[in-house]
């Protein structure tokens, strides 16, 4: 059922975000195509981690996350694909709450304070609480994910 699951979703467009931490001082950084929104009141969003990579670890063992709201290809595939320790490498970044990374290319981000954690299967929710959030950047072009690849939106 799992490659059910994965055929059909690969036809099914989905926004894609870099979710950042620090993590006992180090920088983490993830690709991710399951954040979403939850609540308005209080202000909840989400994401999935693949607890089969130990992609949770970081998450429930730090206070929050940034959601960063990248519309750059290169940058999305370094977060999913580079070795975790060089991924910072030559990114810019600035601090937000706790000292959290904000990729200093993103177009908008959001910093949440972690609110629950799950674990569901083989993937944990990691649910925020938004303390802020912002947009860096007037001028951008979001990228959808689909059948393996960004696309840009065109209307
Ligand atoms: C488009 C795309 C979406 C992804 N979405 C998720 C996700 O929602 N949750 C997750 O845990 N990993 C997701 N991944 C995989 C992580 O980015 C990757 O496992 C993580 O960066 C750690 O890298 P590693 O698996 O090489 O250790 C996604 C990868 C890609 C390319």
Known sequence: MSETIRSI????????????????DNLVGMTVN???????????????????????????????????????????DAFAFKPVKERFNGVKFFEGFEGLPILADSYAYMEAKKYVTYDIGDHTLIVGEVVNGKF?????EPLVYYNRNYWKLRR
């Open 9 to 24: 979703m690969r036809l099914f467009p989905l926004g894609v975000v870099v979710i950042t931490t620090k993590w006992s």
């Open 34 to 76: 399951t954040f979403n929104s939850l609540s308005l009141n209080p202000p909840l969003i989400l994401f999935a981690a693949d607890r089969t990579k130990g992609n949770d670890i970081p998450f429930k063992e730090s206070n929050g996350f940034v959601v960063n709201f990248i519309d750059n290809e290169k940058i999305l």
């Open 136 to 140: 860096l950047r007037d001028n951008f």
